[in-house]
């Protein structure tokens, strides 16, 4: 079953810790990108990687880490600089294909609270 | 840099009523345009696109969109609209750059149908 897997579901942080949100994707798709959501503000990209070992940051990226060694997994770090962390988390990969035609596919998305 | 905004934010009609979601960008070169639904409890997924050709595009669910370049507008329409429409609508933008794919995405609209 081909798609983009999120886990967990729901994750509690306390303060001062670091938590990590997985993202795994079995579509051999190239690129992979984490959003914030938050109510009335849409998506916000906060990293991006368009190949393995190489990734960018988006429009929020203070507060989170990333990484990408291998073409199917993406992990977001939200670390404890990252002040307002509460937010529902989107995972999203595209392929390939002629510039701009960059359809996304997105995972169910993973809801953070700070305890 | 781009932006994209849906100055709707919750629209709230009955049952066979007709639909226009309005999305306006910044940009004044190429672009690529994208609609993307989220319905409650499911992924976000693609509803319709627009590289190039005909500017009105068809997506599912019998949902259309218009790109009016003069406007900077790519507004989204559904001529009767069911109680399954019920979810949140979001415009995305991409500017076509070899190799610095990444969307963004407007604010979007709460869609709520009345039976």
């Known amino acids: 079953d081909g798609g983009i897997t999120q886990s967990p579901k729901y994750l509690f942080r306390k303060e001062g810790q670091n938590v990590t949100l997985s993202c795994e994707q079995n579509?051999?798709?190239?690129?992979m990108y984490w959003y914030r959501q938050d109510p009335g503000q849409g998506l916000r990209l906060i990293y991006y990687?368009?190949?393995?070992?190489?990734?960018q940051k988006g429009d929020i990226a203070e507060g989170y880490s990333v990484s990408r060694e291998k073409k199917e997994s993406f992990p977001l770090t939200v670390t404890s600089a990252q002040k307002n962390p509460t937010a529902f988390y989107l995972c999203?990969?595209?392929?390939?294909?002629?510039?701009?035609?960059?359809?996304?596919?997105f995972g169910a998305g993973t809801r953070l609270s700070v305890l | 840099a781009q932006s994209v905004s849906q100055h709707n934010h919750h629209v709230i009609l009955s049952e066979a009523a007709s639909l226009e979601l309005g999305c306006n960008y910044s940009?004044?070169?190429?672009?690529?345009l994208f609609w993307y639904v989220q319905y409650p409890g499911q992924h976000l997924q693609l509803l319709l696109k627009?590289?190039?050709?005909?500017?009105l595009v068809k997506g599912i669910k019998g949902f259309e969109a218009e790109f009016i370049k003069s406007k900077f507008s790519f507004n989204l329409r559904k001529p009767s609209v069911q109680w399954s429409d019920t979810a949140e609508y979001f415009c995305?933008?991409?500017?076509?750059?070899?190799?610095?794919?990444?969307?963004?995405f407007g604010t979007g609209t709460r869609l709520t149908i009345i039976p």
């Open positions: 999203a990969s595209s392929p390939r294909g002629r510039a701009g035609e960059n359809i996304q596919y």
């Open positions: 579509l051999n798709h190239d690129a």
């Open positions: 990687s368009q190949i393995v070992n190489d990734f």
């Open positions: 940009y004044g070169g190429t672009v690529n």
């Open positions: 627009y590289f190039s050709g005909d500017p």
């Open positions: 995305a933008v991409n500017v076509p750059n070899f190799g610095n794919e990444k969307l963004t």
